[in-house]
């Protein structure tokens, strides 16, 4: 049990220090550190990551309540979240005071502006692996179409309809799925 919460600790300390961008830039090192320590494949993690996206809080929080729990009860679950909130709690106490005293730097602005493509590189490698597992089988020789269909209804009406309520569009989408699949 100890080594367990020490483990937990480390590999969401090592992600919290190494992500930047939210929650989604998180997926590909969770993946990675799932599978290495046996803790789940990438396919469990993305039903994992469909219901940490529905529920309230942040993508990343939710995940790692969720694994944290199931390697080690409860006291995994917060064990794994503050690891994961730790780094950033950290970093933004340490650089607080000097980030006010250069906030109009131009080599702020440079480092600030060079981590913005990596945030969203580490987007978009997120949004491929969900896609990959999401669309397509193992095999990746059969396209689900009826989860590419549920996927385009909802951004039509995400897109179409720009007052309709995101909370009505994931219970729409939960629903969907339920009786579609």
């Given at each position: 049990m100890i080594m367990d919460l020490?483990?937990?600790?480390?590999?969401?300390?090592?992600?919290?220090?190494?992500?930047?961008?939210?929650?989604?830039?998180?997926?590909p090192l969770f993946i990675?550190?799932?599978?290495?320590?046996?803790?789940?494949?990438?396919?469990?993690?993305m039903d994992v990551l469909s219901l940490a996206q529905m529920t309230p809080g942040a993508i990343a929080m939710n995940s790692a309540t969720y694994v944290?729990?199931?390697?080690?009860?409860?006291?995994?679950g917060v064990v794994a979240t503050g690891a994961l909130a730790a780094p950033s709690v950290i970093?933004?106490?340490l650089m607080s005071r000097f980030l006010?005293?250069?906030?109009?730097?131009p080599i702020k602005e440079a480092v600030f502006g060079t981590l913005k493509p990596v945030t969203i590189a580490l987007i978009m490698f997120a949004g491929l692996q969900i896609g990959e597992n999401t669309f397509f089988d193992d095999t990746f020789t059969n396209i689900r179409w009826k989860v590419i269909g549920i996927a385009l209804f909802i951004a039509v009406c995400q897109y179409g309809l720009?007052?309709?309520?995101p909370i009505f569009?994931?219970?729409?989408?939960?629903?969907?799925?339920?009786?579609?699949?």
């Amino acid at each position: 049990m100890i080594m367990d919460l020490l483990t937990l600790i480390w590999v969401f300390f090592k992600i919290g220090l190494f992500s930047f961008g939210g929650g989604l830039t998180m997926v590909p090192l969770f993946i990675i550190e799932f599978e290495k320590h046996g803790w789940m494949t990438s396919d469990r993690f993305m039903d994992v990551l469909s219901l940490a996206q529905m529920t309230p809080g942040a993508i990343a929080m939710n995940s790692a309540t969720y694994v944290g729990n199931s390697v080690a009860g409860v006291t995994g679950g917060v064990v794994a979240t503050g690891a994961l909130a730790a780094p950033s709690v950290i970093i933004m106490l340490l650089m607080s005071r000097f980030l006010m005293k250069v906030k109009e730097h131009p080599i702020k602005e440079a480092v600030f502006g060079t981590l913005k493509p990596v945030t969203i590189a580490l987007i978009m490698f997120a949004g491929l692996q969900i896609g990959e597992n999401t669309f397509f089988d193992d095999t990746f020789t059969n396209i689900r179409w009826k989860v590419i269909g549920i996927a385009l209804f909802i951004a039509v009406c995400q897109y179409g309809l720009k007052k309709i309520n995101p909370i009505f569009l994931i219970v729409l989408s939960a629903i969907a799925g339920v009786l579609v699949l």
